[in-house]
């Protein structure tokens, strides 16, 4: 059976800190693993993720991807009250009937105090 | 500009009705995905299609039904067979394949069953 765990489910912090977020997949036929964000309504893309060991960056957020344990993790430096949202892991199928399809995992609900 | 359309953004229903979501896209996406999004929840895919004419079921599509007559088009309807009908409901759409950014998501139906 497919799965995505992402942890911590909920994480409060206070604006300047660090936080990591974490996400493991079982996920047959993988081909990739994106990152979004959801605030309200639709989530919006982060990152895209093909290759162990490459970071990718994006102002204060970077990510990177361990295809050998099955594992991703999201940083966000110096937090800002913007950045409370719940972020999702999503690997992607990659053969036949789950090409394209996304597995979404339950998110990590982030809370940011000024 | 191009985009996913979701309507209505709220919609009540009441006990033993069906309902029907509609989702439209000018992306000139091959795929279309359903998923459903309760509280503390990631998302969970419904039905999704990769072609006209074709869908598979999800990981939740036991009390509801779609139809995928035209490319721009994936109309999701809640049967009254759905037991817990009261969710956020998400569309989604990409090429074929879902390379790239993944996918472009409609702002989302808030069902509510009263």
């Known amino acids: 059976e497919d799965k995505v765990v992402q942890s911590p489910l909920s994480l409060v912090v206070h604006e300047g800190d660090t936080v990591t977020l974490n996400c493991s997949y079982e996920?047959?036929?993988?081909?990739?693993l994106l990152w979004y964000k959801q605030e309200k309504k639709a989530p919006t893309f982060l990152f895209m993720l093909t290759s162990s060991g490459i970071e990718k960056k994006s102002g204060r957020l970077s990510s990177i991807l361990d295809k050998k344990e099955l594992f991703s993790i999201l940083n966000i430096t110096a937090t800002q009250t913007g950045d409370s949202a719940i972020y999702l892991c999503?690997?992607?199928?990659?053969?036949?009937?789950?090409?394209?399809?996304?597995?979404f995992g339950r998110g990590t609900q982030l809370t940011v105090w000024p | 500009d191009g985009g996913i359309t979701q309507s209505p953004k709220y919609l009540f229903r009441k006990e033993g009705q069906n309902v029907t979501l509609s989702c439209e896209q000018n992306l000139n996406h091959d795929a279309m995905y359903w998923y459903r999004q309760d509280p503390g929840q990631g998302l969970r895919l419904i039905y999704y299609s990769q072609i006209v004419n074709d869908f598979q079921k999800g990981d939740i599509a036991e009390g509801y039904s779609v139809s995928r007559e035209k490319k721009e088009s994936f109309p999701l309807t809640v049967t009254s067979a759905q037991k817990n009908p009261t969710a956020f409901y998400l569309c989604?759409?990409?090429?074929?394949?879902?390379?790239?950014?993944?996918?472009?998501f409609g702002s989302g139906t808030r069902l509510t069953v009263v």
């Open positions: 999503a690997p992607r199928g990659g053969r036949g009937s789950t090409l394209g399809r996304l597995y």
């Open positions: 996920v047959t036929n993988f081909r990739s």
């Open positions: 989604a759409s990409s090429i074929a394949g879902g390379q790239e950014n993944g996918y472009t």
